[in-house]
């Protein structure tokens, strides 16, 4: 039987599952929200769910639009995941991309500081893989412009710095919980504000959103329930033999929907997030057995880290030397049963017909566009094994 380790993955147990169906359906007016439980964890008061989290993006721009209407330019770094600009382009704004460093898959932050001092409404952070920017020195830049700072920790469920959750440090945050994150309900996002200015604004955008269909709801627990079993190594290699399904394609798809999280999801996540430090710290385990495998490498490298981050490796992140190598990094490691990735297919101003949506002429960053030729990511989550990991170090060690 054949083994394949999935790129990234978070249990989600059927039990669980049928539990919040449960639940859910049988819930009165006073429990129909069971998201307040999370206020506590982020110490936000308030919590939306929604659809996705590009929706939860979207849903946050349209809110600061209202209040902000002389001013349609979102920052957001040059190397992140493509739902970001699908969601400033589907709010009908436009998109300043500032170049990042690859050592720290952050911001570059000389470019941040030489930002446009009008027009812009918000700056957004990347999280990636659970490596938390350097939020406080891109508040400053927002401040100094009157712009918004808005905390993308689609990536970085439970990752902090300086002892600040990730997604709590800006005006506002949000999360994914969509395949592949650090927690799962297949589809899903949310929203976590402490603020009055935006809480209530994202709160009206949020009661106007049409509730899911009993169609989609369906499909949805379909989706989980599949999710659940063939997220296993031994089963992965069934939906991955699939194209239909895209495993692991990157879109730039602004047309995406935008709904209410249905109540099964919503009575899953706090569920979820109970098991969330376990499994997070079983990705820092995994990440530091890879990294140790890679002291010294002549052609691979890490990200830099933070002394006062603790990140949470939603993957972990490996930079080669050039395309060459991390191609045939990629190749080796898929070879041997373990999903490993080129991850996001270019930088954000290489995307086709990005153009038209961009705030500045001068749009393309270098920086980033080698990163995306020279970026791999290795599995760290639960189900990637001690014969995983020995077989991903004799890999890198014979590159």
Not at 307 to 334: G, H, S
């Amino acid at each position: 039987m054949m083994r394949l380790v999935p790129p990234a993955g978070a249990p989600l147990e059927i039990l669980h599952i049928f539990r919040a169906v449960l639940s859910s359906w049988f819930a009165d007016a006073s429990q129909e929200m069971p998201l307040t439980a999370l206020g506590p964890f982020f110490n936000s008061r308030y919590v939306f769910g929604i659809s996705s989290g590009r929706a939860a993006l979207w849903a946050i721009l349209k809110a600061l639009q209202k209040s902000r209407a002389d001013r349609s330019v979102v920052v957001i770094p040059a190397y992140t995941c493509f739902s970001v600009p699908a969601a400033i382009v589907r709010a009908g704004l436009r998109i300043y991309p500032v170049d990042v460093n690859p050592e720290t898959l952050d911001y570059d932050h000389v470019q941040l500081a030489a930002l446009p001092a009008e027009g812009i409404l918000c700056i957004i952070t990347s999280n990636l893989f659970g490596l938390v920017n350097d939020t406080e020195r891109i508040r400053s830049a927002a401040r100094a412009r009157g712009a918004a700072l808005i905390d993308d920790a689609a990536q970085a469920l439970g990752a902090s710095r300086g002892g600040n959750l990730a997604g709590t440090v800006g005006d506002v945050g949000f999360f994914s919980f969509g395949r592949g994150k650090a927690m799962t309900t297949v589809e899903g996002g949310l929203i976590v504000t402490d603020s009055c200015e935006f809480g209530a604004p994202i709160q009206a955008e949020i009661e106007a959103l049409p509730a899911p269909t009993a169609f989609h709801c369906a499909s949805l627990l379909m989706k989980m329930l599949s999710y659940s079993v063939f997220v296993h190594p031994r089963l992965y290699w069934i939906p991955n033999s699939i194209p239909l399904l895209k495993l692991g394609v990157t879109e730039f798809q602004p047309d995406f929907i935008v709904a209410d999280l249905p109540p099964f999801a919503r009575a899953l996540l706090p569920r979820l997030m109970q098991r969330l430090g376990a499994v997070n710290e079983v990705r820092r385990q995994n990440a530091a057995a890879i990294a140790k495998a890679l002291e010294n490498h002549p052609r691979l490298s890490l990200p830099r880290v933070a002394r006062d981050c603790e990140p949470t490796y939603l993957r972990l992140p490996v930079i080669a030397r050039d395309r060459a190598t991390r191609d045939a990094a990629v190749f080796r490691m898929q070879r041997a049963g373990i999903g490993a990735t080129p991850f996001y297919p270019s930088a954000i101003c290489d995307i086709p017909g990005i153009a038209k949506h961009m705030a500045t002429q001068d749009f393309h960053r270098p920086q980033a566009e080698s990163l995306s030729q020279r970026l791999l990511t290795l599995p760290t989550h639960p189900y990637v094994g001690p014969g995983d990991l020995e077989r991903m170090g004799n890999i890198l060690n014979s590159l």
